[in-house]
T-cell receptor
Framework: AQSVTQPDIHITVSEGASLELRCNYSYGATPYLFWYVQSPGQGLQLLLK??????LVQGIKGFEAEFKRSQSSFNLRKPSVHWSDAAEYFCAVGARGGSYIPTFGRGTSLIVHP | DAGVIQSPRHEVTEMGQEVTLRCKPISGHDYLFWYRQTMMRGLELLIY????????DSGMPEDRFSAKMPNASFSTLKIQPSEPRDSAVYFC??????????????FGPGTRLTVL
């Protein structure tokens, strides 16, 4: 079964600074990979997803993520963080074939200082 | 599209009472998921349906929890009797996997349940 680890529970950055949120997965083959964002009091919203092809994936709100097979990672990046990016970020991994049901990480809480 | 609709948004009840959470998935989606989110355990998948049929309910914590999907546009999650440890945010999500690709899960806004 697949699993995903988000090693950082909290990340604090200053507005305008760059951001990288870490995600490591465990799966025997190339997985499907997702990043979701949850703003306070809201449901989860998809930022981006990787299925195949180009390992650098562009998403909404200026986010991107890079799939690195050798490191089993799918880190989320943004070159310049805005105060509105403060939220909880979830990485998820889905297995190819079978149920396609993704497994979610525990989440990383992003705090943005003015 | 209105997205996934959940009701109520907030529910406060007393221990021992029955609680029913409701979900309307996005029209045309054939998968529906119920999740529970707590600080201690994160986001947990409770059960999911495909074409109104429960496929995997291994995440349902105990017999006090039950879920139904009588038609493609409506699902309920029921807790009877409720206990304080059931306090959490419950999310419903829907998706429509097509071909070899797994589609995005679209989440509702959640129901915040407080059991006193």
């Amino acid at each position: 079964a697949q699993s995903v680890t988000q090693p950082d529970i909290h990340i604090t950055v200053s507005e305008g600074a760059s951001l990288e949120l870490r995600c490591n997965y465990s799966y025997g083959a190339t997985p499907y990979l997702f990043w979701y964002v949850q703003s306070p009091g809201q449901g989860l919203q998809l930022l981006l997803k990787y299925f195949s092809g180009d390992t650098l994936v562009q998403g909404i709100k200026g986010f991107e993520a890079e799939f690195k097979r050798s490191q089993s990672s799918f880190n989320l990046r943004k070159p310049s963080v805005h105060w509105s990016d403060a939220a909880e970020y979830f990485c998820a991994v889905g297995a190819r074939g079978g149920s396609y049901i993704p497994t979610f990480g525990r989440g990383t809480s992003l705090i943005v200082h003015p | 599209d209105a997205g996934v609709i959940q009701s109520p948004r907030h529910e406060v009840t007393e221990m021992g009472q029955e609680v029913t959470l409701r979900c309307k998935p996005i029209s045309g989606h054939d998968y529906l998921f119920w999740y529970r989110q707590t600080m201690m355990r994160g986001l947990e998948l409770l059960i999911y349906f495909n074409n109104n049929v429960p496929i995997d309910d291994s995440g349902m914590p105990e017999d006090r929890f039950s879920a139904k999907m009588p038609n493609a546009s409506f699902s309920t999650l029921k807790i009877q009797p409720s206990e304080p440890r059931d306090s959490a945010v419950y999310f419903c999500a829907s998706s429509s996997p097509t071909g070899a690709l797994t589609d995005t899960q679209y989440f509702g806004p959640g129901t915040r349940l407080t059991v006193l």
